[in-house]
Structure formats: structure tokens, C-alpha cells
């Protein structure tokens, strides 16, 4: 089994930054992909980025340019920073690990940007 904790979320104004941490527990020593998706009120779940154990990563459009994710494979760890936030940012927002075909989830943390 694999356990997948986020940390950070809370409020920020536009045109502020997050920074999302997601730990990853269990069985698995590193996950292939680990990723963040985000579902805002009414929307379906959505990819916002992803990497691989190589470094390999993937942004959705909508955050090109202002976002970036990274990890440590050693603590089998994903950040994601992201700047320049809009009221579009806001969301619940989801870890997520794809390991030979498994899919790993966190229970999600809510972000809101406000003023």
C-alpha cells in the first residue's frame, strides 16, 4: 500500500504563489510518475503537472510559464510551486502517484485565491 500526504493550501491573494508538498509512504520506494491535479468547484479533476523518477515533467496549458514541479526520489517526495495565482487557481488539489499501472491518490487540500 501507498500512502500520499499533502501539505500546504490555505488562502492567497492574486497574483501570490503556493507551494504544495506531497509525501509519499509504503511499499513502493520510488513511484514512476508523481503528479498534482486539481478540481475546482463544478469541474472535473484535471492534470496540472507531473514528473518522472528522471525528471521528465508535464504542465497543463492553462500553467505553463508560472509553475513548477520537482521532487526527491530519495524521499520519494513531489513539490509543486506555482506563481502569479488567479481566482482560476482555486481549487482542491490532489497528489497523485502512477506506479506500473496503480494509481495513488492523497485525500486532497483545498486552495483559495482571494482577495
Known amino acids: 500500500q501507498v500512502q500520499l500526504v499533502e501539505t500546504g493550501g490555505g488562502l492567497v491573494q492574486p497574483g501570490g504563489s503556493l507551494r504544495l508538498s506531497c509525501a509519499a509512504s509504503g511499499s513502493i520506494f520510488s513511484i514512476n510518475i508523481m503528479g498534482w491535479y486539481r478540481q475546482a468547484p463544478g469541474k472535473e479533476r484535471e492534470l496540472v503537472a507531473s514528473?518522472?523518477?528522471?525528471?521528465?515533467?508535464n504542465y497543463a496549458d492553462s500553467v505553463k510559464g508560472r509553475c513548477a514541479i520537482s521532487r526527491d526520489n530519495a524521499k520519494n517526495t513531489v513539490f509543486l510551486q506555482m506563481n502569479s495565482l488567479k481566482s482560476d487557481d482555486t481549487a482542491v488539489y490532489y497528489c497523485?502517484?502512477?506506479?506500473?499501472?496503480?494509481?495513488?491518490w492523497g485525500k486532497g487540500t483545498l486552495f483559495t485565491v482571494s482577495s
Open positions: 497523485n502517484g502512477k506506479h506500473w499501472g496503480a494509481d495513488y
Open positions: 514528473i518522472t523518477t528522471g525528471g521528465m515533467s
